[in-house]
T-cell receptor, first 116, second 112 residues
Framework: DTGVSQNPRHKITKRGQNVTFRCDPI?????LYWYRQTLGQGPEFLTYFQNEAQLEKSRLLSDRFSAERPKGSFSTLEIQRTEQGDSAMYLCASSLRLAGSYNEQFFGPGTRLTVL | EDQVTQSPEALRLQEGESSSLNCSYT??????LFWYRQDPGKGPEFLFT???AGEEKEKERLKATLTKKESFLHITAPKPEDSATYLC?????????????FGEGTQLTVNP
């Protein structure tokens, strides 16, 4: 399977705990995005990377959230001191950015986070 | 600020009953408009990209069209397997990184 993969698919945690999610993009894609989706809403942009550089962060991304993409391959999203309001589906997407063109973003299956 | 509004919120059709979903958008400069399909508990699946007013794209029973203010997703003779949430998203020229701004989606149910 050459699509975007995410792990774990589901995570249940207690309030105050830290959690980390992983995203493996399509291998030749140089851009990687994180979105968050709550029930009945469309995905909301959190942050994106071009290769290993994190180039933009949404104001939705509080200082409890941190994302990395070492070596420009997989990415991790960590949430520290989780709150019940963090419960959502966390989606990863990747795309191939070429000079003068913008390609479609392909999404992974998501990680469903439940904070008790 | 970029905005996307989709209507209706939910649509129930009988198998074979054609209809259209609407996506109205406000963006300072449109780079692209995207349609995705999302099944429950899964990530969005890419369907179409439209770049300029007047453009149309088709895939099986789906046809997407674009004007300067809105896009339509036409569903011809739908089948129960077309049941899903359909998401519309815009990408603005001024937005660095080409992030997407999504609408809330239209939940489509096709009854046999």
């Amino acid at each position: 399977d050459t699509g975007v993969s995410q792990n774990p698919r589901h995570k249940i945690t207690k309030r105050g705990q830290n959690v980390t999610f992983r995203c493996d993009p399509i291998s030749e894609h140089n851009r990687l995005y994180w979105y968050r989706q709550t029930l009945g809403q469309g995905p909301e942009f959190l942050t994106y990377f071009q290769n290993e550089a994190q180039l933009e962060k949404s104001r939705l991304l509080s200082d409890r959230f941190s994302a990395e993409r070492p070596k420009g391959s997989f990415s991790t999203l960590e949430i520290q001191r989780t709150e019940q309001g963090d419960s959502a589906m966390y989606l990863c997407a990747s795309s191939l950015r070429l000079a003068g063109s913008y390609n479609e973003q392909f999404f992974g299956p998501g990680t469903r986070l439940t904070v008790l | 600020e970029d905005q996307v509004t989709q209507s209706p919120e939910a649509l129930r059709l009988q198998e074979g009953e054609s209809s259209s979903l609407n996506c109205s958008y406000t963006v300072s400069g449109l780079r692209g408009l995207f349609w995705y399909r999302q099944d429950p508990g899964k990530g969005p699946e890419f369907l179409f990209t439209l770049y300029s007013a007047g453009e149309e794209k088709e895939k099986e029973r789906l046809k997407a069209t674009l004007t300067k203010k809105e896009s339509f997703l036409h569903i011809t003779a739908p089948k129960p397997e077309d049941s899903a949430t359909y998401l519309c998203a815009v990408q603005a020229i001024q937005t660095s990184g080409s992030r997407l701004t999504f609408g809330e989606g239209t939940q489509l149910t096709v009854n046999p």
